[in-house]
């Protein structure tokens, strides 16, 4: 029995110092939580700006951009993956996955287009090398922490692959498979298509009012391009897409945070209540000795006393 209560507590001190490790990467997640919602937030008055130019831009354009007009027959797709760095994040990484092989089945089988594929993260860079599934380009280290940066080496890849022509390579169209956040609880996967882009913005004279059809449509002012319309479209639209991508490795950023916060808080519960039921199957085993030491001590007393009165 000593042994026994022995090995308890030898797991109960184990499993206490895991609960300390899975409360403290529960406290950081939480807090990097708040600072990719700023981020985002922060971003958002530019993106909105950006928006508006590039709707004015592709409206007063002469010609077809490259980047707007869609093929009639695609024929290769480049598929952006955003997953995590690191593990403890739950289901995180397996949902956008799991959401990127949905894609891909859609594209290949139902529309016949071939699928590159572009990953963010170690935890799909190593699920398609595990399944011997080719990988166009990756990018590792930053998932959790993504800077602008980051995003503009993303896109440019993306970009160069998308201008190359159909013979040496080039891709038709991208998507982006990334978690998009809602709110700690509510992380959800997507996919979202930046190249061709689809953009619908009405012009609308400075001073005019908005129509009652649709008052959340904003009103845009009319601007004059120097030097042209389809210049401006030029420089415009990859700095576009490069936010979409920023924006995109944001959300998945607060998606991943807010995962391992859920699954570091379960692991911690769950450690307390192995702890609770180690901490009874203990004692039962102290009273168990306890029982077992007294038990052998009236006996011994029994014994002594007929030993006695039998001399």
């Known amino acids: 029995m000593g042994a026994q209560l022995r090995v308890y507590r030898r797991r109960i001190r184990s499993v206490n110092a895991t609960k300390k490790i899975t409360r403290a990467m ?49 024929k290769r797709a480049a ?16 949902n956008v996955l799991r959401e990127a092989e949905r894609l891909s089945e859609l594209l290949v089988a139902e529309q016949g287009i071939e699928v590159s594929y572009y990953v963010v993260g170690r935890k799909g860079v190593g699920y398609f090398k595990f399944r011997g599934v080719d990988i166009a380009h990756s990018w590792t280290g ?52 930046i190249v061709p882009l689809a953009i619908e913005e009405e012009v609308v004279a400075a001073g005019a009012p908005i129509t009652t059809a649709r008052p959340h449509r904003p009103v845009l002012p009319l601007y004059d391009f120097e030097p042209s319309a389809d210049r401006v479209l030029d420089a415009l639209l990859p700095r576009y897409i490069e936010y979409l991508v920023y924006s995109s490795l944001l959300s998945a950023a607060a998606s991943e945070h807010a995962a391992r916060q859920r699954a570091m808080k379960a692991a911690t519960e769950n450690a307390e209540e192995l702890i609770r039921a180690l901490t009874r199957q203990a004692n039962q085993a102290r009273q168990a000795e306890i029982t077992q030491e007294i038990s052998e001590i009236v006996g011994g007393a029994d014994a002594l006393v007929a030993v006695t009165q039998g001399s």
């Open 26 to 74: 529960e406290l950081i997640a939480s807090s990097r939580i708040v600072k990719a919602q700023q981020q985002v937030a922060a971003s958002q008055p530019y993106a909105d700006a950006l928006y508006r130019a590039v709707s004015l831009a592709a409206s007063n354009a002469r010609g077809d951009h490259p980047l707007l007009s869609k093929p009639e027959r695609p």
């Open 79 to 94: 598929v952006l993956v955003v997953t995590a760095d690191r593990g403890l994040a739950g289901a995180y990484s397996a």
């Open 142 to 193: 930053f998932s959790d922490r993504p800077t602008y940066e980051d995003a503009k080496r993303v896109a440019e890849t993306l970009l160069e692959a998308f201008l190359k022509p159909d013979s040496q390579g080039g891709v038709d169209e991208i998507q982006i498979v990334f978690t998009r956040f809602k709110n700690r609880v509510s992380q959800t996967p997507v996919v979202l298509r």
